[in-house]
């Protein structure tokens, strides 16, 4: 073989080859949840990495889009091993709510609401798309592509992870009491309540 062939066979390896390096460490995550609140200010997107590949770092380089908009996430390589973690992008009224996850992306403000709530594709853009259908906006619950609609449970690159609430109740948290307490708490109140009916008997005449 000539120089020239070997240089030209080199080049066209080399041309197939460079799709694969291009999406190298980053092509196995997938869209995986979907969360919104009623006007789309609180949102997120949680992408996973579905094939439990430990390199595949490359996925802070990749970009975000719905049928309305789209945007770079710009962050750069994650640290591996990335087996089956998660990536959590969302907007600044997510990262606000008590119990939030931090996101390890905020949606830019000129993307909110990123996806509609009715229905939309959300796609990492090269690597993976989802087209759903309506997603639930009681502030409760998402939509997981692999279960359907649940509790969120939106899940960061570090792996913490929480359930938010978004519905605007307000409501006040109830600390819950050990094992030992409850049990105390309820015989309190049955000895109390004998107590008021022993004394409610008609006395004897």
């Known amino acids: 073989m000539s120089k020239l ?4 066979a080199l080049t066209g390896v080399a041309a197939i080859l460079c799709p694969i390096a291009a999406t190298a460490g980053i092509h196995t995550w997938d869209v995986n949840e979907v969360f919104s609140n009623a006007d789309g200010t609180v ?3 949680e992408l996973w990495e579905a094939n439990g590949t430990p390199g595949e770092v490359g ?3 990749g970009s975000m889009s719905s049928n309305s908009t789209s945007f770079a996430i710009g962050n750069g390589a994650v640290a591996p091993p990335t087996t ?3 990536y959590l992008i969302a907007t600044p009224a997510f990262a606000a709510l008590p119990g939030a996850p931090v996101p390890d992306k905020t949606i830019p ?3 909110i609401p990123f996806f509609n709530t009715s229905g939309d594709t959300v796609a990492f853009v090269g690597v993976d798309s989802w087209t759903f259908g309506a997603v639930p ?3 409760l619950q998402s939509l997981d592509r692999l279960t359907g609609v649940g509790t969120n449970t ?3 690159y570090a792996g913490a992870t929480g359930t938010v609430d978004a519905s605007g109740g307000g409501g006040p948290n109830v600390p819950l009491l050990p094992g030992p307490m409850i049990a105390f708490a309820t015989l309190l109140v049955m000895g109390v309540g004998v107590g008021y009916l022993m004394t409610r008997r008609p ?3």
């Open 43 to 45: 949102q997120f997107v």
């Open 84 to 86: 089956n973690k998660f």
């Open 109 to 111: 403000a000129g993307s």
């Open 137 to 139: 906006t009681n502030g």
């Open 154 to 156: 939106p899940t960061n």
């Open 59 to 61: 996925v802070g380089n």
């Open 203 to 205: 006395k004897s005449r």
């Open 5 to 8: 062939q070997f240089m030209r």
